[in-house]
Nanobody, 124 residues
Framework: QLQLVESGGGLVQAGGSLRLSCAAS????????MGWFRQAPGKEREFVAA????????LYADSVKGRFTISRGNAKNTEYLQMNSLKPEDTAVYYCAARPSTIATMRRDEYDYWGQGTQVTVSS
């Protein structure tokens, strides 16, 4: 079993930046690809970014490409989402996710583990 805990959410003005973190514990000896998803009120959870086990492959939703950067810590049991040039439409609960594979994917149903979520609110 793998546990994921997000942190770093908050309230920021449009144009500002936030950095989300996700710490994994439990079966961290296994190799996991990781990702970030978000869910706004009344909407489905959507893909934001993903990173392979090695960190060499990253994927982004078109809506965040060029503004968000996903990365992993050296110990591979942490991931980060640097969010710049934030917009009000980025407001959502952001979820960390992991899958027991070295390969990153945009597919929500291919992630087995989820964090509890952290709120990001961008004011205009």
């Amino acid at each position: 079993q793998l546990q994921l805990v997000e942190s770093g959410g908050g309230l920021v003005q449009a144009g500002g930046s936030l950095r989300l973190s996700c710490a994994a514990s439990g079966r961290t000896f296994s190799r996991y690809a990781m990702g970030w998803f978000r869910q706004a009120p009344g909407k489905e959870r959507e893909f934001v970014a993903a990173i392979s086990w090695s960190g060499s492959i990253t994927l982004y939703a078109d809506s965040v490409k060029g503004r968000f950067t996903i990365s992993r810590g050296n110990a591979k049991n942490t991931e980060y989402l640097q969010m710049n040039s934030l917009k009000p439409e980025d407001t959502a609960v952001y979820y960390c996710a992991a899958r027991p594979s070295t390969i990153a994917t945009m597919r929500r149903d291919e992630y087995d583990y989820w964090g509890q979520g952290t709120q990001v609110t961008v004011s205009s």
